[in-house]
T-cell receptor, first 114, second 112 residues
Framework: GAGVSQSPSNKVTEKGKDVELRCDPI?????LYWYRQSLGQGLEFLIY????????KSGLPSDRFSAERTGGSVSTLTIQRTQQEDSAVYLC????????????FGNGTRLTVT | GQQLNQSPQSMFIQEGEDVSMNCTSS?????WLWYKQDPGEGPVLLIA?????ELTSNGRLTAQFGITRKDSFLNISASIPSDVGIYFC????????????FGTGTRLTIIP
């Protein structure tokens, strides 16, 4: 597709289980971001990948959160031992990396931890 | 994480009214952006501002990059039903590929 694709669109999991969220950025986009949006809140930065550079992980809330980007394209955000406070919409975004290029967001994965 | 102060948090207006919202920061940003988010979707870029003092329009939308580089506002003229949604400001320290810091959002509702 032409846009950023995220899967699954919804995920319900039990507390303590691990989850993996997937992001397919727009083809050719070198920069990829993960944000978290809690109910009624703004977007909280989690992690940022740019090309082959080391990712900026400064927004990850705990060591239960990790992300990787394979081959400079698809990214997976993993949350281990999920907690109820992890419930949120996880948004992925990408940009082309050329000058003042805009950020394109996917529709997000709504994660509910029961 | 760090967030920008955005106000108002919510607005209830009648169709045809003008809307104004703003965003302030304790830090300087070199880029200000305004996004709109519809339910179940990711934010979509409305306007991007790259120079202090810049005033930019996109149809009925007008946004300004504050001269101090610590604030920005967004105006919507003659609101229509499809303007309903959540509006977010976002700041970026440097040009290029860096993380955006988002505001807390303004929820716009149009009263029939």
């Amino acid at each position: 597709g032409a846009g950023v694709s995220q899967s699954p669109s919804n995920k319900v999991t039990e507390k303590g289980k691990d989850v993996e969220l997937r992001c397919d950025p727009i083809s050719g986009h070198t920069a990829l971001y993960w944000y978290r949006q809690s109910l009624g809140q703004g977007l909280e930065f989690l992690i940022y990948f740019q090309g082959n550079s080391a990712p900026d992980k400064s927004g990850l809330p705990s060591d239960r959160f990790s992300a990787e980007r394979t081959g400079g394209s698809v990214s997976t955000l993993t949350i281990q031992r999920t907690q109820q406070e992890d419930s949120a919409v996880y948004l992925c975004a990408s940009r082309s990396g050329q000058g003042e290029s805009p950020l394109h967001f996917g529709n997000g994965t709504r994660l509910t931890v029961t | 994480g760090q967030q920008l102060n955005q106000s108002p948090q919510s607005m209830f207006i009648q169709e045809g009214e003008d809307v104004s919202m703003n965003c302030t920061s304790s830090s300087i940003f070199n880029t200000w952006l305004w996004y709109k988010q519809d339910p179940g979707e990711g934010p979509v870029l409305l306007i991007a501002l790259y120079k202090a003092g810049e005033l930019t329009s996109n149809g009925r939308l007008t946004a300004q990059f504050g001269i101090t580089r610590k604030d920005s506002f967004l105006n919507i003229s003659a609101s229509i039903p499809s303007d309903v949604g959540i509006y977010f400001c976002a700041g970026q320290l440097n040009f290029g590929n860096e993380k955006l810091t988002f505001g807390t959002g303004t929820r716009l509702t149009i009263i029939p």
